[in-house]
């Protein structure tokens, strides 16, 4: 699905946080938002997820506006993971459980078979399939949210900070897995990260947002070799630079 | 030695049987920086836990040697640990908003954690905390004192965690992925922070991180585990030149910015390296 963003506005009582945001993405693109702490990021993939209801402007999927209160159908079109893994995971529901749930409300068929697949894609063992998410570490905790999202087989993934918690190994796995998926079943991403090099290892355009603003958007090339405009992507840019040097 | 583990072994029972999780793991901590770096699920979070004695009561736990500060934590009781916790030894929990109370305002909280360990009235310490806030980077900190948890952003979670952590000068940090919910300046800011808390007050720092270059950059000495054990420590400036396999693997599957990569090699685990 293609993805466009027109002037979107989000406010959290009579403070705006989110402040005329615009981005189009191509059907099977990847596009990465980096940027400061609080600028509003996250708030901008949870209105497009249909997450909140307090957001004014346009949000497209497919060409096709995205009403306020989404359709029940949207939901498995369209995932998110969240920046929290383990806020958004149900502490008292075993893994099985909650990556049974999705299947089960999309009246989806092979739930074990699907469960059992999506952990090794992950590179969960089958064994965490019945522990608590508390019995895990934060990576697998992560991981288990990863595997969430992709177990109802959306077409769009809202990714925020999906590999933070993960150590470069895992990292390289699900960073691979999710460049697979998006040829082999040609899915859309929106992608939320601090990391320069994980956003435009995944991502071809790159948006950096300040205090509400997406102040500047650039191809991962140009971020690459430096032909960026604005003071807050130069800064990032050198910072990253910077700790790729050896000490 | 503020910090010593010798042969700490950390294990649970399930239903399948007896899962070992920390396999023999020894560190000694001063006034330094300590990195742990490695495997996700290897017990580095288990490990920093064991050492706060906040370990679940079915764990099984030994160790020939587990002190902070030359106070035996192995036998200490829990109110021996409730005067190390949170005063004397900090502990940033690797999920921030999870352990912050999500009914009560952020500077409440914070001024809370100040007041228990410096006294003083109410308002002082409310006072403090707006500081403490703002010394961590928050844009407009009074405005965030009076928010609740679920209505700041994940990295200011994590940071007013750090804050909270802070408040009472502890002579112990523990941070376990501090800053990996920040953007780059504000990393390198609460960076400059706990670096001047070291040097000035002869703090140390124990700091848990995925990220291996910024380890390398500002630790002193790094260990790296895998598999419940530790497979080498080194001097943080050679972790990007780490001989070992494994770290010479993990390295190796790091994505950067300046040499781009087709796609990411991932790491083969041989069984040799648990001999
Ligand atoms: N439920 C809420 N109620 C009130 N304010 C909120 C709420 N959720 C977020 N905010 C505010 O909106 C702003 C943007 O938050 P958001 O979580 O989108 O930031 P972010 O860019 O994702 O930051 P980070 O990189 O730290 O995760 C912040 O100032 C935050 O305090
Ligand atoms: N309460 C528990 N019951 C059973 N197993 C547990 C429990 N807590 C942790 N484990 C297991 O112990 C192992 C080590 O966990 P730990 O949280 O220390 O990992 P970690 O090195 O911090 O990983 P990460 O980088 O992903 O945070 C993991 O395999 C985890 O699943
Ligand atoms: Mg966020
Ligand atoms: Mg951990």
Redesign the interface.
Known sequence: MTIEIDNLRISFGDKEVVKGVSFKVAQGASFGIVGESGSGKSTVLRAMAGLNNHWSGRIAFSGEDAPLKRPPAFFRKVQMVFQDPYGSLHPRQTIDRILSELPLVHGMNDIDARIARVLSAVALPQSARFRFPHQLSGGQRQRVAIARALIAEPQVLLLDEPTSALDVSVQAEILNLLADLRVEQNLTYVMVSHNLSVISHLCSHVGVMIDGHMVEQVTAEDLRLGNVQHAHTRELRTLSVELEEPA | MLVEIQNLHIG?QS??GFAPAVKGVSLKLGTEKLGI??????GK?LTARALMKLL?KQTRIEADRLAFDGIDIMSASEREMRQIRGKRAGFIL??P??SLNPVKTIGSQVAEAWRTHKGGSKRQALEAAITLLEQVKI?DPKKVAGSYPH???????Q?VMIAMMLAPDPELLIA??PT?????????EILRLIEELVSERGMGLLLIS?D???V??FCDRVAVMYAGRVMEELK??E???AQHPYTR???N??????H??E?????TRDPEWLK
């Open positions: 649970f239903r399948t770096v490695g495997e996700s699920g290897s979070s679940p690797q999920d908003k999870y844009r209505e700041v952003s994940g990295g200011m979670g940071r376990d992925e990996s919910a920040l953007d780059a300046t504000v990393q390198a995925h291996l270059p910024l390398s950059h943080a400036s972790l990007l030149s693997g993990l390295l599957c790091m994505p950067s910015l300046i781009p990569k796609r990411l090699p991932v790491l």
